[in-house]
């Protein structure tokens, strides 16, 4: 079983749709949690951390589950440029800093 | 634009060579880790480097190594290429190893092993 369990998608939505996408983590001991988002050939970069009060950025909002180990993020009128690879990401304690990804969940949003 | 920096962009070895890729941390940041995203899936950790030692390590064999500079920068060297080696390699820097430091990373070096 993957530590970090997404859906692959794609996803193919029109403009001004709301989305949401969900995450599944395996490691209770999880500690951070993010969501990255990674436009083709290019690096991840971070969209927004995730914590267990929830939190929005805009038309984004992220929510984790801790007692079922599940994250989610949820995008509100969709635009062209949303499209990209989103990035489930956790961390665990340990020496190092390590970013577990799971796959990666393709949205493609359509005009 | 990040500040962190990888050479070459693109890489092209045949099977049982070796290769050096290379990282310059965003300025300020004394930590350094490798990833490896293969095609259709999201990056896997390689190795990370703090302050010049290596400070963690993922399910990768010895002959992928790496090395952190003075001035931060670092290395990552992978021997004897195998086909399955073809990936996008990142490296991302931050300050610290504490889990909430934000990671950033650089453009990645694509490698291709023939």
């Known amino acids: 079983r993957k530590e970090v369990e997404q859906d692959p998608g794609p996803f193919n939505v029109p403009e001004g749709a709301t989305v949401a996408f969900n995450c599944t983590y395996s490691?209770?001991?999880?500690?951070?949690f993010f969501w990255y988002r990674q436009d083709c050939r290019k690096e991840p970069k971070l969209l927004m951390s995730v914590y267990s009060s929830g939190n929005e950025d805009g038309r984004f909002t992220a929510q984790l589950n801790r007692a079922s180990q599940y994250i989610s993020l949820l995008i509100r009128d969709s635009k062209l440029s949303d499209s990209a690879t989103y990035l489930c990401?956790?961390?665990?304690?340990?020496?190092?800093?390590?970013?577990?990804f799971g796959s990666g969940t393709q949205l493609t949003v359509l005009p | 634009e990040t500040g962190v920096t990888q050479s070459p962009t693109h890489l092209i070895k045949t099977r049982g060579q070796q290769v050096t890729l290379r990282c310059s941390s965003q300025s300020g940041h004394n930590t350094v880790s490798w990833y490896q995203q293969a095609l259709g899936q999201g990056p896997q950790f390689i190795f990370q480097?703090?302050?010049?030692?290596?400070?963690g390590r993922g399910n990768f064999p010895p002959r992928f190594s790496g090395l952190q500079f003075p001035n931060y920068s670092s290395e990552l060297n992978v021997n004897a290429l195998e086909l399955d080696d073809s990936a996008l390699y990142l490296c991302?820097?931050?300050?610290?190893?504490?889990?909430?430091?934000?990671?950033?990373f650089g453009q990645g070096t694509r490698l291709t092993v023939v």
């Open positions: 480097y703090y302050r010049e030692e290596e400070n």
């Open positions: 490691n209770s001991a999880s500690q951070s």
């Open positions: 990401v956790v961390t665990t304690p340990g020496s190092a800093r390590q970013l577990t």
């Open positions: 991302a820097s931050s300050t610290g190893t504490a889990l909430n430091t934000e990671a950033f």
